[in-house]
């Protein structure tokens, strides 16, 4: 099944879980607060391109891995699929709830409604936004298969042209449970979510056309046609980033994004930024590691946390609920120590992968029904 996957996909993949565990690290750890604030925009500026790499290779996995099914004649297949995968990041977000109750970081009532998705959770939340995406992903790959890629990813875009109107609309206030679910879903009220739905979907269209380019054709004309088009893209995101620094000004630019103040207030420069990173972190992985690359022994074990992504953000996040309040950390030590998060993380992962997914035969049990290669690209 490995020879199937696309190395530098699984490669940027577990670098943005290794960014995000870095930088929960940090503030589990208590060494973020006493960062220098130049130390935290630089620090903030390499992370957050976690999440839009996240949610762009989301995209990319829809287009790569189910949405061939559904070419196929296997409607009810992926759809079966895709709501399972759902479930399971939706239970891995209840873990990561329960983690930091049971850990002292969140109240009982808190998890309760975090649960419930009408609250949030200190980390993890994006956990949740790909179950309800994943729900939303059964339309959008139907669409995609009546009218084309084009009009999808047109349809993906068509959120942002009626942002301005997001605010005429009565939305729960602030002070309302229902906001955290609203803000997640739409955006509004600002400042109850980190990641909104429909903004988003704008980045999911963009992965969609990334997994366009790498779903056919041999490894050296994937990787021509996967440069070309993600160059377009970046070329495109940072025509929207020089429009954003133009019409606000370089200082409030960077300062929005690396405060996140962009992010809290689903602000068109965090994302015209964020595909700026992730696309640019792709093509210099795609570089580095060319999809004709092949998945080698020597290789494999250093690709596991974009291999098992979901068990590797939910398993770190959860250990570092766990982590006292009362044991902060100084800055050199906290930097040093977060580094070591992702490593550790993925010694686990591997020792799993080793207890679970050994092959069949080395148990003396029958081996699994073979799956249909367009469904093993991407796992």
């Avoid at 795609?286 to 020597?298: E, F």
């Amino acid at each position: 099944m490995l020879e199937r996957r696309i190395v530098f996909v699984d490669a940027a993949r577990g670098l943005a879980v290794a960014l995000a565990l870095y930088i929960h690290s940090l503030a589990t750890f208590g060494a973020w607060y006493h960062l220098p604030r130049l130390g935290q925009a630089l620090v903030r500026l390499v992370t957050s391109a976690a999440t839009p790499t996240f949610i762009v290779l989301f995209g990319a996995m829809l287009e790569m891995v189910y949405y061939p099914g559904l070419v196929e004649g296997g409607r009810r297949r992926v759809r079966v699929r895709l709501l399972r995968r759902s479930w399971n990041c939706y239970v891995a977000y209840l873990a990561v709830v329960a983690a930091s109750v049971v850990g002292g970081r969140r109240g009982m009532l808190h998890g309760v409604a975090a649960a419930l998705s009408l609250g949030d959770a200190q980390y993890g939340n994006i956990l949740k936004f790909y179950a309800f995406a994943l729900v939303l992903a059964i339309p959008l790959l139907g669409f995609r298969q009546r009218r084309g890629l084009l009009p999808t990813v047109l349809l993906g875009l068509a959120p942002w042209v009626a942002v301005a109107w997001l605010d005429r609309v009565s939305w729960p206030p602030p002070s309302s449970d229902l906001s955290y679910l609203s803000a997640m879903l739409v955006g509004r009220p600002i400042g109850r979510s980190w990641i909104s739905l429909l903004h988003s979907q704008a980045l999911v269209v963009t992965g969609m056309t990334i997994g366009w380019s790498l779903s056919a054709g041999s490894g050296e004309e994937r990787g021509k046609r996967f440069r070309r088009t993600a160059t377009l893209i970046l070329l495109a995101a940072l025509a929207a980033s020089c429009a954003v620094v133009l019409a606000v000004g370089p200082h409030d630019a960077f300062g929005g994004y690396t405060t996140l103040r962009y992010r809290a207030s689903h602000h068109v420069g965090y994302y015209a930024f964020g595909l700026v990173e992730a696309t640019a972190l792709l093509i210099g992985l795609s570089l580095l590691l060319p999809p004709r690359v092949a998945y080698r022994p020597g290789l494999a074990p250093f690709l596991c946390l974009g291999r098992s992504s979901l068990l590797a953000f939910t398993l770190g996040n959860c250990l570092l609920d766990f982590w006292p309040r009362a044991w902060v950390l100084p800055v050199t030590t906290g930097l040093v120590a977060s580094a070591l998060v992702p490593a550790c993380v993925m010694c686990i992962v591997l020792l799993v992968e080793s207890r679970l997914f050994e092959p069949a035969a080395a148990r003396g049990s029958p081996a699994p029904a073979a799956v249909p290669r367009p469904l093993r690209k991407l796992g």
